[in-house]
């Protein structure tokens, strides 16, 4: 799976997750690590071995 675009228009966003009766609540945030964690895996797989 790859990125292909990022929608950065904050109305076009509401309007989406508005249209698929989206919620967004989470019962608690995640740990600290994961996003560290996160980051790691992204520099990782950016990264090119010779």
Do not use: C, N
């Amino acid at each position: 799976m790859k990125v292909i675009a990022f929608i950065t228009d904050y109305q076009a966003v509401d309007r989406i997750i508005e249209h698929l009766k989206l919620r967004f609540v989470a019962e608690k945030p995640p740990p600290s690590g994961v996003f560290e964690w996160v980051a790691l895996m992204a520099a990782e797989a950016g990264a090119e071995f010779f």
